[in-house]
């Protein structure tokens, strides 16, 4: 089998989980290393009842609270799916497309953030994970400054699963402006 890359993302009401912020969204897809998608992904939305949305809301920042207003995100959250049922649900699905647990590098952009939420949120699911990630902000910083690559024009939509299609998109962008091979 192909070696795998784990690809996620995470919305959230702030920057740490250990400041009491909440995963609100997760996404996954599995690429190979040559950055072929092997099929959709796996998406869901963390449920919150009614109440608990509204405090979550009182503890966002404002900038954060318009963002995920503007992509629909706070209204989804009262018919998502429970934390433990999602941690199964992810694990079923990285498990079937990479059997052997911590043999995929997780990637993403500011994967660090994803990975704290995920280790916090998801404790099933992060047990999966390599060690190691490919940060694509951390290639793309790079390229920039050494190689004087032009930035990969986004779109951040901040849904999940569109920043890591996009992601996926800026690395391929990036893999031919700063890894040519010939």
């Known amino acids: ?15 740490s989980p250990s400041k009491g912020n909440v995963l609100l969204e997760v996404a996954a897809v599995i690429t190979d290393t040559n950055l072929n998608i092997i099929d959709e ?10 109440s608990e949305v509204q405090d979550i809301k009182d503890n966002t920042v404002p900038f954060v609270l318009d963002m995920h207003e503007k992509t629909g995100l706070w209204e989804k959250l009262p018919t998502g799916t ?4 999602l ?9 079937y497309h990479v059997a052997e647990a911590k043999t995929a590098r997780l990637a993403g952009n500011s994967i660090t953030l994803d990975r704290n939420f995920l280790e916090a949120f998801l404790p099933k699911s992060f047990q999966h994970f390599h060690y190691r990630s490919f940060d694509v902000s951390t290639v793309a910083g790079l390229a920039e400054e050494w190689l004087g ?16 299609l996009e992601s ?3 690395l391929r962008y990036l893999r031919e402006r700063a890894f040519r091979t010939n």
Not at 82 to 85: D, E, K, M, S, T
């Open 168 to 170: 996926i998109e800026e």
């Open 41 to 50: 992904g796996y998406n869901a939305v963390v449920k919150y009842t009614a």
């Open 1 to 15: 089998m192909t070696r795998r890359i784990i690809w996620t993302d995470v919305e959230t009401n702030g920057l």
């Open 87 to 95: 941690d199964n649900e992810l694990l079923d699905y990285l498990s």
């Open 149 to 164: 690559v032009e930035p990969f024009k986004k779109k951040t939509t901040h849904a999940a699963m569109d920043d890591i």
């Open 82 to 85: 429970p934390l433990a049922v």
